[in-house]
């Protein structure tokens, strides 16, 4: 999501000094075209153009300009679904590739910033997960015995983490994370991904792709790029309308940025077990640090109460972390989470062999964007890559179909909005700044009232399957409830599996 609200401003967007791109300007090819250049996109374009395929790079923003500012950069192998329930779920080597594979994305982050030179403010770090007051520690002592049968020895029960002014009781340690700048990190791997050779170009908008024998994506410009093979890497797929968007199901979170004084914290990742958890870390600054504090998350277009939010979140990390001295960053971010905890990464299922998507990011998308960039390179080599079956998108996991069920019948549930009123009651009632859906007739329209009193009006039908979208007064934005397709105030998309517009009104 973008957003000029000036409340929500990630902390990585001052200081990144990623290098502009301009339009793709003419028609192209390339060996692979990938579109999405957040870590997935941009990992793999830089991965394949070390192997010597020629690769072109396309977003219609800027690089990292989409959910990648908006994380808050955990690089991390303590798996957010918990060891336990990916075991479950995928049997005890499924927990083990899982493990193996997180840990080398770690690993291959590390080298791609060593040998690249990268300045991204990189630094190995521990990690803590523990219980809120009051909760049972049975958690913990089921996790530990599962990390460890997962490759993970040296996880360790300890009895506090280090934070001085919260004691959080018994934790479990996970050595060796990490944490960085991801859009420095990016801005470093697009001027790698150019020394190789391959194009970059940003401002575009990939709005049809097809595969095959002649695969091609074609742009909103009229442009075309041809190519032997395709990587969709958009955060969720924006080539599909059901093949994935069944499997995994979008969920907003809130973010604060709160102003420390250097050294105050220990740098390091910190995790509870609620459902929906808090995640922390800290960020140095050049006068202060900044303590990253995350959580309060809900479905995609379910909620809009964006500030108590972030109040809440405040309050929570205020009682902990009584030296938070105020707090200066505000923001939201889209988590797309799988119904088995694994992302969805390799070929797409329904399309040519020549079609790949990363997707599934489940709260790790630093790592799963990492094992993306390594695992489509090495199906588009032609190697074999032991986690293929693990991510391979038309898996079906059956230990998962009650999760399934459940987010599927909330989104069958969305569909009740065509037979309800506005939010008000007409356009009259809006005010300047604001948005609201507004009944007229047999249709809801999605109307915005800008500051100067102008009313933009467009169809409030999400173009991807047709839910009715809401408005969100944060970012504001239009948010669809049922695959988190999202859309500027003016109706301009932001966000996929949608692709394009909402659509415009006959007066």
């Given at each position: 999501?973008?957003?000029d609200?000036?409340?929500?401003?990630?902390?990585?967007?001052?200081?990144?000094?990623?290098?502009?791109?301009s339009?793709?300007t003419?028609?192209?090819?390339?060996?692979?075209?990938?579109v999405?250049?957040?870590?997935?996109?941009?990992?793999?374009?830089?991965?394949?153009a070390?192997?010597?395929?020629?690769?072109?790079?396309?977003?219609?923003?800027?690089?990292?300009?989409?959910?990648?500012?908006?994380?808050?950069?955990?690089?991390?192998?303590?798996?957010?679904?918990?060891y336990?329930e990916i075991?479950?779920?995928?049997?005890?080597?499924?927990?083990?590739?899982?493990a193996?594979?997180?840990?080398?994305a770690?690993?291959r982050?590390?080298?791609?910033?060593?040998?690249?030179?990268?300045?991204?403010?990189?630094?190995?770090?521990?990690?803590?997960?523990f219980?809120?007051?009051?909760?049972?520690?049975?958690?913990?002592?089921?996790?530990?015995?599962?990390?460890?049968?997962?490759?993970?020895?040296?996880?360790?029960?300890i009895?506090r983490?280090?934070?001085?002014?919260?004691?959080?009781?018994?934790?479990?340690?996970?050595?060796?994370?990490?944490?960085f700048?991801?859009?420095k990190y990016?801005?470093g791997?697009?001027r790698?991904?150019?020394?190789?050779?391959?194009?970059i170009y940003?401002?575009?908008?990939?709005s049809?792709?097809?595969?095959g024998?002649?695969?091609?994506?074609?742009?909103?410009?009229?442009?075309?790029?041809?190519a032997?093979?395709?990587?969709?890497?958009?955060?969720?797929?924006?080539?599909?309308?059901?093949?994935?968007?069944?499997?995994?199901?979008?969920y907003?979170?809130?973010?604060?940025?709160?102003?420390?004084?250097?050294?105050?914290?220990i740098?390091?990742?910190?995790?509870?077990?609620?459902?929906?958890?808090?995640y922390?870390?800290?960020?140095?600054?050049e006068?202060?640090?900044?303590?990253l504090?995350?959580?309060?998350?809900?479905?995609?277009?379910?909620?809009?109460?964006?500030?108590?939010?972030?109040?809440?979140?405040?309050a929570w990390a205020?009682?902990?972390?009584?030296m938070?001295?105020g707090?200066?960053?505000?923001?939201?971010?889209?988590v797309?989470?799988?119904?088995?905890?694994?992302?969805?990464?390799?070929?797409?299922?329904?399309?040519?062999?020549?079609?790949?998507i990363?997707t599934?990011?489940s709260?790790m998308?630093?790592?799963?964007?990492?094992?993306?960039g390594?695992?489509?390179?090495?199906?588009?080599?032609n190697?074999?890559?032991?986690?293929?079956?693990?991510?391979?998108?038309?898996?079906?996991?059956?230990?998962?179909?009650?999760?399934?069920?459940?987010?599927?019948?909330?989104?069958?549930?969305q569909?009740?909005?065509?037979?309800?009123?506005?939010?008000?009651?007409?356009?009259?009632?809006i005010?300047?700044?604001?948005?609201a859906?507004?009944?007229?007739?047999?249709?809801?329209?999605a109307?915005?009232?800008?500051e100067?009193?102008?009313?933009?009006?467009?169809?409030?039908v999400?173009?991807?399957?047709?839910?009715?979208?809401?408005?969100?007064?944060l970012?504001?934005?239009?948010?669809c409830?049922?695959?988190?397709s999202s859309f500027?105030r003016?109706?301009?998309?932001?966000n996929?599996?949608?692709?394009?517009?909402l659509?415009?009104v006959?007066?």
């Amino acid at each position: 999501m973008n957003t000029d609200s000036g409340k929500c401003i990630s902390i990585w967007m001052a200081a990144a000094k990623v290098p502009a791109h301009s339009p793709l300007t003419a028609n192209a090819h390339a060996d692979v075209c990938i579109v999405g250049a957040g870590i997935a996109g941009m990992t793999t374009a830089y991965l394949l153009a070390r192997e010597g395929k020629s690769v072109i790079v396309l977003d219609d923003g800027r690089i990292g300009g989409g959910m990648t500012e908006r994380t808050t950069a955990h690089i991390f192998n303590a798996i957010d679904d918990r060891y336990f329930e990916i075991e479950r779920m995928h049997g005890e080597k499924g927990a083990r590739l899982t493990a193996q594979s997180h840990t080398a994305a770690i690993d291959r982050i590390e080298t791609i910033i060593a040998e690249e030179r990268i300045a991204c403010d990189f630094e190995r770090v521990d990690g803590y997960l523990f219980a809120p007051p009051g909760d049972t520690s049975d958690v913990l002592v089921r996790e530990l015995k599962a990390a460890h049968r997962a490759g993970l020895p040296d996880v360790e029960q300890i009895k506090r983490a280090p934070i001085d002014s919260f004691d959080t009781g018994m934790c479990l340690r996970f050595p060796r994370q990490a944490q960085f700048h991801p859009l420095k990190y990016l801005g470093g791997l697009s001027r790698a991904i150019e020394r190789l050779g391959g194009r970059i170009y940003t401002g575009t908008h990939a709005s049809k792709m097809e595969g095959g024998a002649q695969a091609r994506v074609e742009t909103s410009a009229g442009h075309v790029v041809t190519a032997e093979a395709i990587v969709i890497a958009t955060n969720t797929p924006i080539n599909d309308l059901l093949a994935i968007h069944t499997k995994q199901a979008p969920y907003t979170t809130y973010v604060i940025g709160a102003r420390i004084p250097r050294g105050s914290v220990i740098k390091a990742l910190y995790w509870d077990t609620l459902d929906f958890y808090h995640y922390v870390r800290v960020q140095a600054g050049e006068h202060y640090d900044i303590l990253l504090v995350g959580g309060e998350d809900h479905k995609s277009g379910q909620a809009d109460d964006g500030d108590r939010r972030h109040e809440n979140l405040e309050a929570w990390a205020r009682e902990r972390f009584p030296m938070i001295e105020g707090v200066e960053l505000r923001w939201s971010g889209q988590v797309i989470e799988p119904v088995d905890g694994i992302a969805f990464i390799g070929r797409n299922p329904g399309d040519p062999q020549n079609i790949y998507i990363a997707t599934g990011d489940s709260g790790m998308g630093m790592t799963h964007g990492t094992i993306a960039g390594i695992l489509i390179t090495d199906l588009i080599m032609n190697r074999e890559c032991d986690w293929t079956t693990l991510y391979d998108p038309a898996r079906t996991t059956l230990r998962a179909s009650l999760e399934y069920a459940k987010e599927n019948l909330n989104v069958a549930v969305q569909y009740e909005d065509y037979l309800t009123g506005g939010n008000v009651g007409s356009a009259e009632e809006i005010a300047n700044g604001d948005g609201a859906i507004v009944r007229r007739g047999m249709s809801k329209l999605a109307v915005y009232r800008d500051e100067q009193g102008t009313l933009h009006e467009r169809s409030a039908v999400c173009p991807h399957l047709g839910c009715i979208v809401s408005w969100n007064t944060l970012e504001k934005t239009w948010d669809c409830p049922c695959h988190g397709s999202s859309f500027d105030r003016y109706g301009r998309v932001i966000n996929g599996p949608a692709n394009c517009d909402l659509a415009g009104v006959k007066k």
